[in-house]
């Protein structure tokens, strides 16, 4: 990539994947669903590959996922597939509310650091699921199907509360789910469900109750857009002094991230499905941002705002809430002249006024994003490697880019 080109134009976001894998996941429980606005991504894949794998037909056709699951499918995931995605433990759930039975391996720590399933377990444990650790295996069996309990989760769990809620579908009598995730993916997948037949209701303190019906029936439903995928090209527009028409886009779940690039200068107009930036000349710092989970500022998005702050005049502070181990992509923007102190869970970022161009990589997926973002603003060439992160959640992350003017292209490397 060369930086130093503005961005300037419209792009359509894409379909969220945060909100497609889980909906992936409880198609197990229809015979037939179809999926549109699904985006065409490596972890889409992944657990595409999964179905196919239980057993379950799935085809694509453009943006839109066909998967049929009319005969009972397996209830085995390898261990290999389980690699491939770290999030595949969301069809835990999914598995035993089909099959009664389900065995995966134990996912692993990840890039992000430990990533305990504790609440996944204690959840469906409640709901009679009898779970036993197998040599690196999980054992779940609930022969006598699933009922329904009252979990309260010690922390908004996202993967938790989506495992949970896709096992209650069917389980006999009522579940409700208290401090249970507010991010827009569980209303996405609650909408999915409720296409299908099911029966929750989220309350308006984010408790969710799922009242168990006997089986789900065949459904249509079209994934909500990509909150951080729009964050992202907001931050690439933001940096490249440039000016994006983002449609598509649900501001609505966007509230915390829009007053931070009007915080950093940047002019934002707001519409029904589209947002409007448009940079100033020269980036403000931006106020402490600490990362919380929905409706506070999201975790994934720290990484593309970081790059951005790098830019700006004055300090930024980050505060990483969520995952303990989310600053790696620090350690890169470095090597492109980011000035970035990391304390724990702080980082403090002074702005400088010009990144240059290094050979760096990906560390994760977002932090991978982060650095694109920041090659965009920076002098001369930068060689982004390990892209395989980027590729599990941006769709066409570089044609998108060069569409809105910039100078990147992807290279085959031995
Ligand atoms: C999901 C998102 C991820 C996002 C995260 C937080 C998907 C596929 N991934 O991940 O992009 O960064 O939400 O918004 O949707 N935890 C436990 N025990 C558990 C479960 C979680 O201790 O049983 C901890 C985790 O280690 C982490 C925190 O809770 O520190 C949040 O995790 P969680 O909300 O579950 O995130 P994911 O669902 O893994």
Same mark, same amino acid.
């Given at each position: 990539?060369?930086?130093?080109?503005?961005?300037?134009?419209?792009?359509?976001?894409?379909g969220?994947?945060?909100a497609a894998?889980?909906i992936l996941?409880a198609a197990?429980?229809t015979?037939?669903s179809t999926i549109h606005n699904c985006p065409?991504?490596?972890?889409v894949?992944?657990a595409i590959?999964?179905?196919?794998?239980?057993?379950?037909?799935c085809?694509r056709?453009?943006s839109s996922v066909t998967v049929?699951?009319?005969?009972?499918?397996?209830?085995?995931?390898?261990?290999?597939?389980?690699?491939?995605?770290?999030?595949?433990?969301?069809?835990?759930?999914?598995?035993?509310?089909?099959?009664?039975?389900?065995?995966?391996?134990?996912?692993?720590?990840?890039?992000?650091?430990?990533?305990?399933?504790?609440?996944?377990?204690?959840?469906?444990?409640?709901?009679?699921?009898?779970?036993?650790?197998?040599?690196?295996?999980?054992?779940?069996?609930?022969?006598?199907?699933?009922?329904?309990?009252?979990?309260?989760?010690?922390?908004?769990?996202?993967?938790?509360?989506?495992?949970?809620?896709?096992?209650?579908?069917?389980?006999?009598?009522?579940?409700?789910?208290?401090?249970?995730?507010?991010?827009?993916?569980?209303?996405?997948?609650?909408?999915f469900?409720?296409a299908?037949?099911?029966?929750?209701?989220?309350?308006?303190?984010?408790?969710?109750?799922? *009242? +168990?019906?006997?089986? !789900? $029936?065949?459904c249509e439903y079209t994934v909500?857009?990509? #909150?951080?995928? &729009? /964050?992202?090209?907001?931050?690439?527009?933001?940096?490249?002094?440039?000016?994006?028409?983002?449609?598509?886009?649900?501001?609505?779940?966007?509230?915390?991230?829009?007053?931070?690039?009007?915080?950093?200068?940047?002019?934002?107009?707001?519409?029904?499905?589209?947002?409007?930036?448009?940079?100033?000349?020269?980036?403000?710092?931006?106020?402490?941002?600490?990362?919380?989970?929905?409706?506070?500022?999201?975790?994934?998005?720290?990484?593309?705002?970081?790059?951005?702050?790098?830019?700006?005049?004055?300090?930024?502070?980050?505060?990483?809430?969520?995952?303990?181990?989310?600053?790696?992509?620090?350690?890169?923007?470095?090597?492109?002249?980011?000035?970035?102190?990391?304390?724990?869970?702080?980082?403090?970022? *002074? +702005?400088?006024?010009? !990144? $240059?161009?290094?050979?760096?990589?990906?560390?994760?997926? #977002?932090?991978? &994003? /982060?650095?694109?973002?920041?090659?965009?603003?920076?002098?001369?060439?930068?060689?982004?490697?390990?892209?395989?992160?980027?590729?599990?959640?941006?769709?066409?992350?570089?044609?998108?880019?060069?569409?809105?003017?910039?100078?990147?292209?992807?290279?085959?490397?031995?």
């Amino acid at each position: 990539m060369n930086g130093l080109r503005r961005l300037e134009g419209t792009l359509r976001v894409q379909g969220s994947k945060n909100a497609a894998l889980p909906i992936l996941a409880a198609a197990l429980l229809t015979p037939k669903s179809t999926i549109h606005n699904c985006p065409d991504l490596s972890d889409v894949a992944a657990a595409i590959h999964i179905l196919e794998d239980l057993g379950c037909r799935c085809c694509r056709e453009g943006s839109s996922v066909t998967v049929t699951a009319d005969s009972c499918p397996q209830s085995f995931i390898a261990d290999s597939l389980m690699r491939e995605m770290r999030s595949s433990v969301v069809f835990l759930g999914a598995m035993v509310a089909r099959c009664g039975k389900a065995r995966i391996s134990f996912p692993g720590g990840c890039e992000l650091g430990p990533r305990p399933i504790d609440m996944h377990l204690s959840g469906l444990q409640k709901m009679g699921v009898f779970i036993r650790d197998d040599g690196g295996y999980l054992d779940c069996r609930a022969e006598n199907g699933l009922h329904g309990a009252r979990i309260a989760l010690p922390f908004p769990s996202v993967g938790a509360t989506e495992n949970i809620m896709i096992a209650a579908c069917t389980a006999k009598g009522t579940t409700e789910i208290h401090n249970a995730a507010r991010e827009p993916e569980i209303g996405g997948l609650a909408d999915f469900l409720n296409a299908a037949g099911a029966r929750i209701r989220i309350a308006p303190d984010g408790t969710v109750f799922i *009242e +168990g019906v006997k089986q !789900l $029936h065949e459904c249509e439903y079209t994934v909500i857009a990509d #909150r951080i995928a &729009a /964050a992202t090209y907001l931050c690439a527009a933001a940096v490249s002094g440039g000016r994006l028409l983002l449609t598509g886009a649900d501001p609505g779940h966007l509230t915390a991230c829009i007053p931070l690039y009007e915080q950093a200068g940047c002019t934002v107009h707001i519409r029904e499905d589209a947002i409007e930036l448009q940079a100033p000349k020269r980036l403000g710092a931006l106020p402490i941002v600490r990362t919380m989970p929905y409706p506070g500022f999201p975790t994934d998005a720290q990484a593309p705002f970081m790059a951005m702050s790098s830019l700006a005049a004055g300090t930024s502070v980050f505060v990483e809430n969520i995952f303990e181990n989310r600053y790696k992509h620090a350690g890169e923007l470095a090597r492109m002249g980011a000035d970035i102190k990391l304390e724990g869970r702080v980082a403090v970022v *002074e +702005g400088t006024e010009r !990144l $240059h161009g290094a050979s760096v990589n990906c560390t994760d997926l #977002r932090g991978g &994003a /982060a650095l694109v973002v920041a090659a965009l603003a920076a002098e001369g060439e930068t060689v982004v490697r390990e892209i395989r992160h980027i590729e599990r959640g941006y769709e066409a992350l570089e044609k998108n880019l060069s569409l809105l003017g910039a100078d990147i292209r992807r290279v085959a490397e031995d």
